[in-house]
């Protein structure tokens, strides 16, 4: 019977091998695509790594985590310097990161923070950032540039920028009366380090040197003498803790803090609620993947019920020879479920050949790790439901042919 469904399958090959790779690079896709999904989710989580909490003003998980780790909208409020100091001074509390926000350049996002930040900053699986060019700031007005902050605006070590008042992509202030000046550029993370300006908060409070109430200064501008050496607020800070386990002490230590409303967020915690807010799209992908299965298998079932005509002449030297209707189901059904299984296979070889000539450019300029490997158990499901819904579409046709034959076989033909 195998033998037999093989010849069938060669002698309709030109049919057979475009119905083959209808399945194939539908079941590729869907892999993809799953891929895709299962790895962005796990490079979303770790934008941030290695940070235990996450400290802002009091608002929302989500918006203390959107404005401090992905540089999108804006705090509520600050923090005052000397809250910051007192955490940072707490004997669970391994390291600090302060951030400082509020600035942009040409669109993209200015990061007031401390050296602090390029030792122990880390993302995807605690990966340290590291520098294409230069180094870090030493100067107040020294700027350390993202990647596709130095790539989009073509700028080099030694040029010197113009930072702007307010984190629009248009301002009518700038700050022009202190150029910074380019000394770093960094590797690529696939994050939103890429996309930031990072100067240091000297440098911020430098900049905004005698302004009150969000408006510059009238007259002369002071001099980098007469500000402090500490600023008096800062927008965020990430903590590292020496123990895991004093987490949650630390943060309810923060969120019960009274010289100032504070809230304490665990990323991965947050993370996961922001995920889940646009788990909308990640269905819609899987929705469109799955439709595009079943346009191939459906493909599959078209071809084999309209090649039942011309295959009359077969199924009637099958009969003579005594193969019943339940024979001639099976051999259908042999054949639909040889396409499909050589579809899958055909499906796994080209999203491994996907996969591997993306991984690369997935890792530089989307910071995703594509995973290289044998099919996970979700992937082993997907793969499984896909052979069984070929199974059944190709019965379809089988049980067709059946009745065919066994009326061909009790008709009499002159």
């Known amino acids: 019977m195998l033998r037999l469904a093989f010849a069938s399958l060669w002698n309709r090959r030109a049919a057979a091998v475009l119905t083959l790779a209808s399945i194939g690079i539908s079941v590729a896709l869907v892999l993809c695509v799953e891929s895709l999904r299962r790895d962005t989710r796990s490079a979303f989580a770790n934008t941030v790594s290695g940070v235990d909490l996450v400290v802002g003003a009091r608002s929302g998980s989500v918006q203390l985590l959107l404005y401090s780790v992905f540089r999108l909208g804006n705090a509520t409020n600050n923090i005052s310097w000397a809250s910051y100091d007192a955490f940072r001074r707490d004997p669970d509390v391994a390291w600090t990161i302060p951030f400082s926000l509020g600035d942009s350049h040409r669109g993209y996002r200015v990061l007031g923070t401390e050296h602090s930040y390029f030792e122990h900053f880390r993302y995807a699986s605690k990966r340290a950032l590291k520098f294409s060019y230069g180094g870090e700031f030493e100067n107040p007005l020294d700027a350390v540039l993202g990647a596709e902050v130095a790539a989009q605006l073509e700028y080099r070590l030694g040029d010197t920028i113009v930072l702007s008042h307010g984190a629009g992509d248009v301002s009518f202030i700038q700050h022009d009366d202190k150029p910074f000046t380019v000394v770093g550029v960094l590797e690529r993370t696939g994050t939103p380090v890429d996309r930031t300006v990072h100067i240091s908060l000297a440098g911020m409070e430098a900049i905004h040197e005698g302004w009150k109430d969000g408006a510059p200064p009238s007259g002369r501008a002071l001099t980098f003498g007469q500000t402090s050496s500490e600023p008096e607020a ?171 034959s066994l009326s061909d076989g009790l008709s009499m033909r002159i």
Do not use: C, H
């Open 234 to 404: 800062i927008t965020a800070f990430l903590v590292g803790l020496k123990s895991r386990m004093s987490v949650f002490r630390v943060q309810r230590r923060v969120n019960e803090y009274r010289r100032e409303p504070l809230l304490a967020i665990l990323p991965g915690v947050a993370l996961q609620e922001l995920w889940d807010v646009m788990r909308i799209a990640e269905d819609a992908l899987r929705v469109v993947a799955g439709m595009v299965v079943l346009t191939g298998i459906a493909g599959m079932m078209v071809v084999v019920l309209s090649s039942l005509e011309a295959r009359r002449r077969e199924m009637a030297i099958l009969r003579s020879v005594g193969a019943g209707p339940s024979r001639i189901f099976g051999l259908f059904l042999l054949e639909a479920t040889l396409l499909t299984l050589g579809g899958v296979v055909a499906g796994l070889v080209l999203r491994f050949v996907v996969v591997t000539a993306a991984r690369p450019l997935a890792q530089s300029m989307l910071g995703v790790e594509l995973a290289v490997g044998l099919p996970t158990a979700n992937e082993l499901g997907i793969l499984a439901a896909i052979v069984a819904g070929g199974l059944v579409a190709g019965a379809i046709p089988a049980w067709r042919a059946s009745r065919m």
